[in-house]
């Protein structure tokens, strides 16, 4: 041991490093330990946030759905306008969530994998649609897609394109707000794997195509998995960018939470609750499908 090296008489550190005491080993030392006061309040304060904030008001949306019981509620879904409004959210959602797939993946393989000037700019630009107001993603597109003098739409209409007040100046505003969510959860995912498995699957032959199927994706699936979920929940709520660009005509144009809105206005509430809640329960069985199929991460 190290303490029959010492001369007589010199002090001896205690020897903690192997102390294998039970009990004593890998304790957290008590100083470090916050008071039960202290966890129960912190407790407290998230659990009320989230209650009164989230829980609460959206509880409140499904107990007016079905205040005046379940024929309220099929009266209100075979109405005509809200039974297109329900399909053309649906087309809508697919093809914005298919979209910001296929691009979100491209996209964060490129700022992962790869180097090139203005990587950087890129990062920050998918960034934007969580900082600008949907309303102001809906009118630049109107001013760069519309027919009259926009940038691009008298061209494009002169082929015989509408973008503006048609469903797909509704899935790029739609595609447009959900850009990050996917891009922004499979970045880190890469970041951490790293590159190894993939460079020695291109060393014994493989090409591109073949590394991403066999290497990259079953890597990152969970990760495109939640971007997607959340993307489709996004899409489904979404409600300034296409008000503008779709001119909410109703059974052209209007979609569910257009919907919600003029059924409001036009004080026909339980039709409004109905949707809404309808709205709001297809983005929680999604969020729950996830989290019953994510595998647990192990310690």
């Not at 090296?5 to 009990?23: K, R, S």
């Not at 949306?61 to 024929?71: H, K, L, P, T, W």
């Not at 498995?197 to 998995?225: C, D, H, M, Y």
């Amino acid at each position: 041991m190290a303490s029959d090296l010492l001369p007589p008489g010199a002090p001896v550190a205690p020897e903690t490093a192997g102390d294998t005491t039970p009990g004593r080993r890998g304790r957290r030392p008590d100083r470090l330990r916050e008071p039960w006061a202290v966890r129960w309040l912190l407790r407290v304060v998230t659990v009320g946030y989230v209650f009164f904030l989230v829980a609460w008001p959206t509880s409140l949306v499904f107990r007016n759905a079905f205040a005046d019981g379940s024929q309220a509620v099929v009266d209100a879904l075979s109405d005509e306008s809200v039974r297109l409004a329900l399909q053309l959210t649906a087309e809508i959602t697919v093809w914005s969530v298919l979209i910001n797939l296929v691009f979100g993946v491209t996209i964060a393989m490129l700022l992962v994998r790869y180097r090139f000037p203005g990587k950087r700019l890129l990062s920050a630009l998918i960034d934007v649609p969580l900082s600008v107001s949907p309303v102001v993603v809906g009118l630049s597109l109107l001013l760069v897609y519309n027919g009259r003098d926009g940038l691009f739409g008298r061209t494009l209409e002169n082929i015989g394109i509408q973008i503006i007040f048609s469903a797909p100046g509704m899935v790029m505003a739609t595609t447009f707000v959900a850009l990050p969510l996917v891009i922004r959860e499979v970045v880190p995912v890469l970041q951490e794997i790293g590159d190894e498995q993939e460079q020695a699957a291109r060393s014994l032959g493989a090409n591109a195509p073949q590394t991403f199927r066999r290497i990259t994706l079953p890597a990152i699936k969970w990760a495109v998995v939640y971007g997607v979920v959340l993307s489709l929940a996004r899409s489904l709520g979404e409600f300034g960018a296409v008000k503008i660009v779709s001119g909410n005509i109703v059974n052209q144009s209007q979609t569910a939470t257009l919907v919600v809105e003029q059924k409001y206005q036009n004080f026909e509430q339980t039709s409004a609750y109905v949707v809404a809640a309808l709205l709001a329960a297809a983005a929680m069985v999604c969020l729950v499908v996830v989290a019953l199929l994510r595998p647990k991460e192990t310690s």
